[in-house]
């Protein structure tokens, strides 16, 4: 199964501050299709996860343009520019190139 | 407004089985697929499987091909999954989760927490 790295497991930050979060996939991510099936998810303390990144810079719908996704092949990254206090939880990368679907094991933002 | 909801939480004997349901509404459960995605805060997530309502067809990740079974009643517009030959590695929550087209999990249940304990 594809391994998804992420980094860093845990990201404090203060309001307003701008947070990556790389995640480094075990095989190339592109589709034989010319798509990248990278997403990210993002669950806060006791909710559902929530799709915030598809095909890796996608914005899901109603997601904050504060989120943004970049990368290519096995390297990515999503970016919070200016973070609020509604986006502390646990990211998730997600690819759904290769079979099984896997996750990353997370990246937990929390307050500084 | 799409919606998942699934079922209340659920204690079971190891070697028991038990079924989840996840009815939807908003929407008609044959026009995508759904998702189940299991959750341990100490593991992670987990994808177990997709099913087609509209014709039933069904994949399965390799580690859970013996352990789940994913139906649907689209009489009902309900999603189902049964897990079988329960241990403590089922104790839970599991999510259901609807496609959305490129193969995204555009929304999902509140999740149904599983706890197997003798």
């Known amino acids: 199964d594809v391994v998804l790295t992420q980094t860093p497991p845990t990201s404090s930050a203060t309001i307003g501050q701008s947070v990556s979060i790389s995640c480094r996939s075990s095989?190339?991510?592109?589709?034989?299709?010319?798509?990248?099936?990278l997403y990210w998810y993002l669950q806060r303390p006791s909710q559902s996860p929530q799709l915030l990144i598809y095909?890796?810079?996608k914005l899901g719908s109603g997601v904050p343009n504060r989120f943004s996704g970049s990368g290519s092949g096995t390297d990515f990254t999503l970016k919070i520019s200016g973070v609020e206090a509604e986006d502390l939880g646990v990211y998730y990368c997600?690819?759904?190139?290769?079979?099984?679907?896997?996750f990353g094991a997370g990246t937990k933002l929390e307050l500084k | 407004e799409v919606q998942l909801q699934q079922s209340g939480p659920e204690l079971r004997r190891p070697g028991s089985s038990v079924k989840l349901s996840c009815k939807a509404s908003?929407?008609?459960?044959?026009?995508?697929?759904m998702h189940w995605v299991k959750h341990r805060p100490e593991h992670g997530l987990e994808w177990i499987g997709w099913?087609?309502?509209?014709?039933?067809?069904?994949k399965y990740a390799q580690k859970f091909q013996s352990k789940a079974t994913l139906t649907a009643d689209t009489s009902s517009n309900t999603a189902y999954m049964q897990l079988s030959s329960l241990t403590s590695e089922d104790t839970a929550t599991y999510f259901c989760?609807?496609?959305?087209?490129?193969?995204?999990?555009?929304?999902w249940g509140q999740g149904t927490l599983v706890t197997v304990s003798s």
């Open positions: 908003g929407y008609s459960i044959t026009d995508y697929l």
């Open positions: 997600v690819q759904g190139t290769h079979d099984p679907y896997t």
């Open positions: 099913i087609d309502p509209e014709d039933g067809e069904t």
């Open positions: 989760a609807r496609d959305e087209g490129y193969r995204r999990f555009a929304y």
């Open positions: 095989q190339s991510l592109l589709d034989s299709d010319g798509n990248t099936y």
């Open positions: 095909l890796v810079s």
